[in-house]
């Protein structure tokens, strides 16, 4: 975070002169992290307050995409466009989970309070207070409590 963060700002340093040398040292540095944690952050994203990236390793995130607040990103997780050539990254709202080996692609748009299930394919929108599992990602209302969960997951009913 600390070499995305300084590439964002030495992005809007002034005069071109200083920008263009903090540039190269944003590249070196920028290198230099994705070769030692495998994470592949640019610094052209948009990413939010409390941004955590909480196993890192196999970490890309496209230079289009934005991410909201308190989001949580795992190891293995790709953020980015859906074909080589076409525009469009994933806008991801805030308090969003995302479980590792998710795959979220293409220009979609993910809720607040959703959360991604490990090795999910999302390409379609998830709306807010929902949860994606499965390739490709089916989306369900997010549950409360466990049993809930139970009951969505397992088919349990009440009582």
């Known amino acids: ?88 990254a994933p806008v991801i709202g805030s308090r969003v989970d995302i479980g590792p080996g998710a795959k979220i692609l293409g220009p979609i748009a993910i809720g607040d309070d959703v959360m991604i299930g490990a090795n999910a394919v999302v390409i379609r929108d998830v709306p807010s207070n929902s949860i994606a599992v499965g390739i490709p990602a089916r989306v369900r209302p997010r549950a409360q409590s466990f049993e809930e969960v139970a009951a969505v997951s397992y088919g349990y009913g009440h009582g």
């Open 1 to 88: 975070m600390a070499v995305y963060r300084f590439g964002r700002w030495g992005s809007r340093v002034q005069p071109a002169i200083v920008r263009g040398f903090l540039s190269v040292v944003y590249n070196g540095l920028k290198v230099l992290s994705q070769v030692l944690t495998g994470i592949d952050l640019p610094r052209e994203a948009s990413v939010g307050r409390r941004f955590k990236i909480e196993h890192f390793g196999g970490v890309v995130i496209s230079p289009d995409a934005v991410l909201g607040d308190d989001v949580i990103v795992r190891h293995g997780v790709i953020i980015d466009l859906r074909r080589t050539g076409e525009r469009g």
